[in-house]
């Protein structure tokens, strides 16, 4: 069974762009989290998906967004790049969102905003 | 709000020795606990889980964590390191409030010397 996907995985962008990252996630997963990653702040986590609804959210500014496709597949967009958004943006996906769910983790999309 | 604290920062062991890395939370109810791993130029991956019922737990590569529920702790041990456990080590929880999201720790890096 294939793992989770993330495209593309290095991304330069300068500041004020702006930027989509991909997910797929592991076939039959519905839940989709994604997690934000610096060596200052760790691991954050950005938002969640199920069903095309976003079911929960961190405490991330309103440019941080996603989507979720009919299919699974996920995009995160972050508009107006500041400096402090190079990270590595991390992909989870889940079966579902019960508390018995375990999140498994893509590559990573590493992002560097000059 | 919730946190999750990994006292030791960087761990450097010979190989054969013995492993506890500390894992201390801050959550008032109950809570899902997860050890994830990210070896060098890998994703993280899923070490081991805690859900409810024994909590001594059973993971890859001989990795075992103890939940102690009057501490807030779920400690990582290895009887005997070898080289390739050279990683990061991150502790996760998740409280069970029906939202699917990570509280991650701050990472343990850990050195194994041959």
């Known amino acids: 069974k294939a793992g989770v996907t993330q495209t593309p995985r290095y991304l330069i962008k300068t500041r004020g762009q702006q930027v989509t990252l991909s997910c797929s996630p592991i076939?039959?997963?519905?839940?989709v989290s994604w997690y934000q990653q610096t060596p200052g702040q760790g691991l954050q986590f950005l938002f969640e998906y199920f069903s095309e609804t976003q079911r929960n959210k961190g405490n991330f500014p309103g440019r941080f967004s996603g989507r979720q496709f009919s299919n699974s597949r996920s995009e995160m967009n972050v508009s107006t790049l500041e400096l402090g958004d190079s990270a590595l943006y991390l992909c989870?996906?889940?079966?579902?969102?019960?508390?018995?769910?375990?999140?498994?983790f893509g590559p990573g999309t590493r992002l560097l905003v000059l | 709000a919730q946190s999750v604290s990994q006292h030791n920062h960087h761990v450097i062991l010979s190989e054969a020795a013995s492993l506890e890395l500390g894992c201390n939370y801050s959550?008032?109810?109950?809570?899902?606990l997860f050890w994830y791993v990210q070896y060098p130029g890998q994703h993280l991956q899923l070490l081991l889980k805690?859900?409810?019922?024994?909590?001594l737990v059973k993971g890859i590569k001989g990795f075992e964590a103890e939940f102690i529920k009057s501490k807030f702790s779920f400690n990582l041990r290895k009887p005997s390191v070898q080289w390739s456990d050279t990683a990061e080590y991150f502790c996760?929880?998740?409280?069970?409030?029906?939202?699917?999201?990570?509280?991650f720790g701050t990472g343990t890096r850990l050195t194994v010397i041959p």
């Open positions: 959550y008032g109810g109950t809570v899902n």
């Open positions: 989870a996906s889940s079966r579902g969102t019960g508390v018995q769910e375990t999140q498994y």
């Open positions: 996760a929880v998740r409280p069970q409030t029906g939202a699917n999201n990570l509280f």
């Open positions: 076939s039959g997963h519905r839940s």
């Open positions: 805690y859900f409810s019922g024994d909590p």
